[in-house]
């Protein structure tokens, strides 16, 4: 059975309530749903139901396309003046001997190491401290494109860019210009967590706000530049904390169309102050991926970042409106592995993530950062393929 045909069944259903069926008819005849359908959802909604529904749109938009990148990640440091409770990553500035801060060579010295390999982009983002400031930035981005042109430069969010440009006395519109000249070609969704101040000022007290935070994105997007947007949940908000941010980024989306990819971020609970919350579990995980799907219709995609969630429930939420599983990342990311996030090594090579994709009955698609295809896989055939174990298999069902 298609998705169609699945979605069908589940608008004849007996089982479904009136309020569920009603929203997924909403969907099926091309319509978006408003906050209190969302919220509706969020507090009523089965993970079967979900996961039709979310599918059906994913079916729609991408067929089976599943897509990831070849990237690394640079985090220039991991010393911060701000103290995020959710955040295992960062030093405060006391402790600084137990961090790292890489000069502008070490940071060229990372870079050169994928000289020769096949990375399209280098995802740069870490702690805000005074010496990474917009001139070091600036340099940084132009050493990067004067060694290596072609590599995309996925950069900072706008939490270090508020900084920065504060520091600096120049306007947001005047610091982006400033960046793309140096080399910018994107940014990343970070910084986002929870929108709401009730929310916000708790576990991200200090840093930029909503207001900040979309006003760099829709400078950033106004310029003609792409971005992508994050959520951190599963901690102390609750299902309103939720869809808050997920309508200011909808509504930004219909002013500017900048946002490539919405990346829900599940609060990972190690070592940082918030050791107490328990994690979501993985059926909410499932949730949340599917309503994101269902309500951020004008976003073209959906990504679970899978050293973060695990790779058997990055397999999984392919069939709950996941269309990306991001990149090969090659143990550079340590904002989870301190988090105490499954991967504690996260590394896949492209023969691995296209197996993995694969044995969901997926295609695999390498894109670039901008979602143009660098190369389809579907018709390729690794031998290694079968030394992978440790995935899910899911049957073929016609
Ligand atoms: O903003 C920090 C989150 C984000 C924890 O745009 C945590 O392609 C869970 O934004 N538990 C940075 N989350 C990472 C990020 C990102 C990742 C992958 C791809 C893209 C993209 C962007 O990580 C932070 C924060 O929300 N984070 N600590 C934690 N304990
Ligand atoms: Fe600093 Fe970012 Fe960690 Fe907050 S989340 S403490 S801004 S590194």
Redesign the pocket.
Known sequence: MNSNQKLDQLLDSENASTEFKSIARKVADGHRINDDECQYLFDNAELAELGILANYIREKKHGDATYFNRNFHVEPTNICLYT?T????SRLIKKREEGWEYTMDDIMDIIKTYDGKPVTEV?I?GGVLPQYDLQFYSDLFKNIKKHRPELHI?AL?PVEYHYIFKKGKVSYQEGMELMKESGLDSM??????IFHPEIRDEIAGGKCNADQWLDIHRIWHKLGHRS?A?M?YGHIENFGHRVHPMRLLRELQDETGGFQ?F?P?????KD?QMSHVAESTIVEDLRNYAISRIYLDNFDHI?A?WP?IGRDTAQLSLSFGVDDI?GTIDDTTK??TM?GSEEQSPALSTEQLVTLIRRVNRKPIERDTLYNIVQDYTDVKFESENEFKGYLQLPVVN
């Not at 990343?188 to 967590?193: I, L, V, W």
Request: contains cysteine; glycine residues 10%; proline residues 3%.
């Open positions: 995020c959710f955040c295992s990553y995802h983002v996925k969010t990343p969704g970070g910084g986002a967590e992508n994050t951190l990819t990346i971020l599940k609060f990972r609970n940082n990504k970042y973060m991001d904002i989870y988090a």
